[in-house]
């Protein structure tokens, strides 16, 4: 129980972090102090970052930590949020260190070889679901680039009818993503397929109602520049997309309109900035029409959305 630990650990013998002689560690202390220097490192969710770490080093609860500031910490304690603490300052995402981040309310496992899945892809998730709710019954998703798994567990919770495919070249992020589903109950309505875009389900013309994907969308130029956090950390295979970012939305439209059952959706995340790109680039594909662009909470485009025509126009 985390607030007896605290109160024994108060005992000056076992609390000194940085030696004898110091003054105990309290969690106040502790967390005044690591905020600052994440803080002066440019970070700027130092504070947040700082509570998450100490939660993560004490196990405890976030209700822990506002109910015992005065607790104290045993040395091994403060040792090991020390520790996380450094790992933060050189970049690491608090995501990595705990092993989960949180999506659609939901927790998910992630590791560093799986996108951290972003609040931004809440929208992509938001606008399949409403599609879905829009046309009751069973229905057939396919999701590329799966990553986590995020977006193909939170279809498959909402949904009650959904039979999903979802795939990635990453055996590794499969794993985590399959982990997800049995976490979150929905293993049974998922098949994770291992391959480039389409191969796994090269078989499978007219057979889906949606396509729906957050492909990797940042030009290779610019992945250098990226923030140090997703640049040092992130797979690298979850960031590129081509020269100038699009390379994933040109073999989605090319490729993806034959998977596609008439009046199907195709649904993708773009970037802030690729929103009109992407929607020009549907409108000019003869297999698509009605093709919308979401804007997130920034006001920014981040879904662009067309419905495949039926073949006889195309
Ligand atoms: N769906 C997750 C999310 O939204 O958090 C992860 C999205 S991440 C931006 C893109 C994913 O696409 C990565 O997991 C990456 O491994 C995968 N990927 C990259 N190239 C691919 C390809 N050619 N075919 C299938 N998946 C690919
Ligand atoms: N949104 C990611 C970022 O923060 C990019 C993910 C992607 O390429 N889909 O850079």
Not at 83 to 107: C, N
Not at 110 to 123: F, K, Y
Not at 239 to 252: E, I, S
Request: glycine content about 10%.
């Amino acid at each position: 129980m985390p607030v007896q630990e605290a109160s024994l650990a108060t005992k000056p013998r076992t609390c000194h972090s940085r030696g004898s002689g110091n003054p105990p560690s309290r969690v106040a202390g502790v967390l005044q102090d690591a905020a600052a220097r994440l803080g002066e490192a440019g970070i700027d969710t130092a504070r947040l970052d700082a509570e998450l770490l100490l939660m993560e080093a004490l196990g405890w609860s976030r209700e822990d930590l506002y109910r015992n500031p005065e607790g104290g910490l045993r040395q091994a304690q403060a040792e090991r949020f020390e520790s996380l603490v450094s790992r933060r300052l050189r970049a690491e995402p608090v995501a990595y260190m705990t092993g989960t981040q949180e999506f659609w309310s939901l927790d998910f496992r992630v590791t560093p070889d799986v996108l951290i899945p972003r609040p931004e892809t809440e929208h992509l998730v938001e606008t399949v679901a409403e599609f879905l709710a829009s046309r009751p019954g069973p229905c057939r998703i396919l999701e590329i680039g799966t990553g986590s798994g995020a977006v193909a567990v939170c279809l498959a919770r909402e949904c009650a009818e959904a039979e999903i495919w979802a795939t990635d070249v990453s055996a590794p992020a499969l794993d985590v993503a399959r982990d997800n589903a049995s976490r979150h109950g929905v293993e049974g309505k998922i098949q994770w397929l291992r391959g480039d875009l389409f191969a796994p389900v090269q078989g499978l013309a007219g057979w889906f109602d949606v396509l729906v994907s957050n492909p990797p969308y940042v030009p290779s130029g610019e992945v250098g520049g990226l923030q140090r956090e997703v640049r040092d950390w992130e797979p690298v295979l979850a960031l590129d997309g081509g020269a100038d970012g699009m390379d994933f939305y040109r073999r989605f439209v090319r490729e993806g309109a034959r998977h596609l059952r008439e009046g199907g959706l195709l649904a993708v995340e773009v970037g802030a900035e690729q929103g009109g790109a992407v929607s020009r680039l549907f409108d000019a594909e003869a297999g698509f029409q009605r093709v919308r662009v979401r804007r997130d909470y920034a006001g920014l485009p981040r879904v662009v959305t067309a419905e495949r025509i039926p073949a006889t126009k195309v």
